[in-house]
């Protein structure tokens, strides 16, 4: 098959959607298709564009035998509602200067849109499927605009949430088949009557040959968090409210976003046990998520249909989980005993998980990584999930 990706986020920029697509386009080529990617030119979380990439309306490039078309966005991490969309909006125009190219669009066998961003989402349904008739693949992470108004981002009822709404219903009801991250998601699309076949498609990562591995003492219990810096996990409120270096403990943090100055200016006035890294690469941080004893994987407020993509990149590398956050994620940790859990937003709680997995005696704590190792073999092997995904792309949608 030939297959187009529709998203906003590509490497070299980090986060999750990022990690998520190039792990399915990639995936995909592995299994003899040709695949392409349509996206913007890096710019997350820094909110510039990215050296090499500057000054450039388009580039063309292939990334391990992925060939991807990116083109010029407003490039921004602002809080503002109104400056974000403009930074969707640009990439939206240029997707359908991309519609243009009527040859190549008529190859494409399959054409798979991430959601979200809702609005880039929006217009690559209505050129692909409405206009050029193709067979589109909704891939939906998470729930907006519901998850906005659980982030405290949007306000129900108003007249952007209106919008937002109206849009989520249409691509919805004009995808010819969709898949999302959490079961969740799935039973939410579902309960508007849009049955159309769908796929549970988790972020899960390929298997690592790292050999990595954490300091054999837990004196201090070394922790990491390696991802975005926003308002969904507020590490700023968390390091707030824990000083790691009172319990024994050191947080080391990777990453980038509209926390990360506010981080780094509080960590420099408080020693609190806490290191800052800023912005790496997924390659970097791979071969650092080993050598850690745990990972804190925080959210502040229960989201719908969000699983943390952080539950899944540890996996490989055996490392446990401190789960702080509801629904899907805490039943998966639980229930395969991949670490320990927490309510979201509850610090305290999460501070005395982190005491007891300093304080586990070695034999429970080698267990959590076993369980770690064994889950990432089993039931969330990329490989596995791959097959039946290629079988889904072929068969059903």
């Known amino acids: ?31 003899g298709n040709e695949v392409e990617v349509l996206t913007c030119l890096p710019n997350y979380p820094k909110g510039e564009i990215f050296d090499g990439y500057k000054g450039c309306i388009s580039k063309k490039e292939y990334i391990n035998g992925v060939f991807v078309h990116r083109y010029w966005t407003y490039a921004t991490v602002s809080r ?18 991309f519609g243009f190219k009527f040859r190549r669009i008529r190859q494409y066998d399959k054409v798979i849109i991430q959601c979200p961003p809702m609005p880039v989402a929006f217009s690559a349904l209505l050129l692909f499927r409405c206009i050029y008739r193709k067979n589109t693949v909704l891939n939906v992470s998470d729930l907006w605009p519901l998850s906005g108004v659980e982030l405290g981002a949007i306000k129900e009822g108003s007249a952007y949430y209106k919008v937002l709404a109206w849009m ?6 004009k995808a010819v088949c969709y898949q999302g991250q959490s079961q969740e998601i799935l039973d939410h699309i579902q309960s508007f009557g849009h049955k159309q076949p769908h796929f549970l498609y988790r972020n899960l990562q390929p298997k690592t040959s790292s050999s990595a591995q954490p300091p054999a003492s837990r004196e201090p219990i070394k922790l990491v968090y390696a991802g975005l810096l926003g308002i969904a996990q507020d590490i700023l409120g968390m390091i707030k409210a824990i000083n790691f270096k009172e319990i024994g403990a050191e947080l080391h943090i990777y990453g980038g976003g509209n926390q990360a100055g506010d981080i780094s200016e509080y960590i420099k006035n408080h020693d609190h046990g806490v290191v800052f890294y800023g912005y790496k690469t997924k390659e970097e941080i791979n071969r650092k998520l080993g050598t850690y004893h745990a990972s804190i994987v925080p959210l502040t407020v229960f989201i719908k249909g969000a699983v943390p993509s952080k539950i899944f990149d540890l996996l490989p590398h055996g490392t446990p989980i401190l789960f702080c956050g509801g629904g899907e994620g805490e039943k998966i940790v639980s229930d395969y005993q991949l670490g320990m859990t927490s309510a979201p937003g509850n610090y305290e709680a999460l501070k005395e998980n982190i005491i007891k997995m300093k304080e586990m005696d070695e034999q429970q704590y080698l267990h959590l990584r076993e369980n770690c190792h064994k889950a990432s073999l089993g039931d969330f092997s990329f490989d596995e999930q791959m097959d039946r995904y290629f079988k889904f792309l072929k068969e059903e949608s």
Do not use: C, D, H
């Open 1 to 31: 098959m030939k297959l187009l990706i529709v998203s906003f986020y590509y490497p070299p920029e980090m986060g999750a959607a990022s990690s998520r697509i190039s792990n399915m386009a990639e995936g995909l080529q592995q299994k």
């Open 80 to 97: 503002n509602k109104l400056t974000r969309l403009l930074g969707m909006m640009g990439f939206s125009i240029f997707t359908w200067w």
């Open 168 to 173: 989520e219903q249409f691509i919805y009801k």
